[in-house]
């Protein structure tokens, strides 16, 4: 009996040290994985949501840009570390979605090696051309692509990318023929694309807005399926193609077995951070939709665009090496 007593008493111990720990996450910086360049649409957004999240959190949030490998070395590295909160990253359609279909062997598994927590974004792209192309609109560029197959040459910020794979269901909707170049960076396309390297990019709206504003580069549609608030004189390319829809996605993930409760306070902040004014003006500055989700709507959203995604690499022959 007295025993049992100095068992139970030992128990209800340890239990009473071991709540102020777990309720005490986070207590030190969190460090957030982008693997991709720094200047990018996906670096832009999560710095800009970052330090709403910190004050949310009371403790900085450290952007840790690693690019890479189609979001392979950043995303293998939020694979190996501790799944206690403090290491988490970006992740978007490329690294949970269109990787599978591309790379000769993904060496993560999305539902195995990853927690996703919330998707946080929408983000639409915007097809621009170079100024001395002689298209102003989309049905003339397919008639100019058309009369002149293999001659217009697409840039894009590497395989498998929205700004790659978009413009590979464009050529598959209308018919056309054009080579794809693809880059390292973005900015080292848009240069390409400003000098006539290249004629045309169909590149995230943060990245091609400016350029089209500044009378840089010409826009000629979005790939939303209505036209943008953010841009209402710029047409959808559904508008000429009927169907034809492309959106980039993104949020935050973390290492597999990641405790409920972190993930839980995890989610439930991120929400909140993508309500705040700061946050929602600053996301609309660089065209990107608002899109909250639970863990299990973000895993679905994965699962459903690795299998539509899935068909238009086949189509395009598109490989990473």
Avoid: C
Avoid at 11 to 29: C, G, H, Q, R, S
């Amino acid at each position: 009996m007295f025993r049992r007593l100095l068992v139970s008493i030992f128990t209800l111990a340890i239990i009473a040290i071991a709540a102020p720990a777990a309720a005490a996450y986070p207590d030190k910086p969190i460090r957030l994985i982008v693997p991709s360049a720094p200047g990018g649409a996906p670096d832009a957004l999560m710095r800009a949501l970052g330090p709403q999240l910190a004050q949310q959190l009371g403790v900085p949030i450290v952007i840790d840009n690693k690019p890479g490998g189609s979001y392979v070395i950043g995303t293998m590295e939020l694979v190996r570390s501790a799944p206690d909160g403090y290491t988490l990253a970006y992740g978007n359609i490329v690294s949970l979605a269109t990787n599978k279909s591309l790379l000769p062997a993904v060496p993560y598994d999305v539902e195995k090696d990853l927690t996703l927590i919330a998707n946080t974004l929408r983000l639409s792209n915007m097809m621009i051309v170079n100024n001395s192309v002689p298209v102003r609109t989309i049905p003339e560029l397919i008639a100019y692509a058309k009369r002149n197959p293999g001659k217009l040459a697409f840039g894009s910020d590497g395989n498998g990318t929205t700004a790659h794979l978009g413009v590979e269901l464009f050529k598959a909707m209308t018919g056309v023929n054009m080579l794809h170049v693809p880059y390292r960076a973005a900015t080292s396309a848009i240069t390409d694309l400003i000098g006539g390297g290249i004629q045309l990019m169909m590149i995230n709206t943060p990245v091609s807005a400016p350029m089209a504003q500044a009378g840089k580069a010409r826009a000629l549609g979005v790939s939303s399926a209505q036209r943008l608030a953010a841009y209402p004189d710029v047409p959808a390319i559904a508008e000429s193609v009927p169907g034809f829809e492309v959106s980039a996605w993104g949020g935050i993930v973390g290492p597999a077995h990641m405790p409920k409760d972190i993930v839980t306070r995890l989610n439930r902040e991120i929400r909140i951070a993508l309500e705040s004014p700061a946050v929602r003006e600053r996301f609309k500055v660089l065209g990107a939709e608002i899109a909250p989700s639970t863990p299990e709507e973000f895993l679905d959203l994965s699962r459903r665009e690795t299998v539509k995604w899935a068909k238009i690499v086949k189509f395009s022959g598109a490989r990473i090496d």
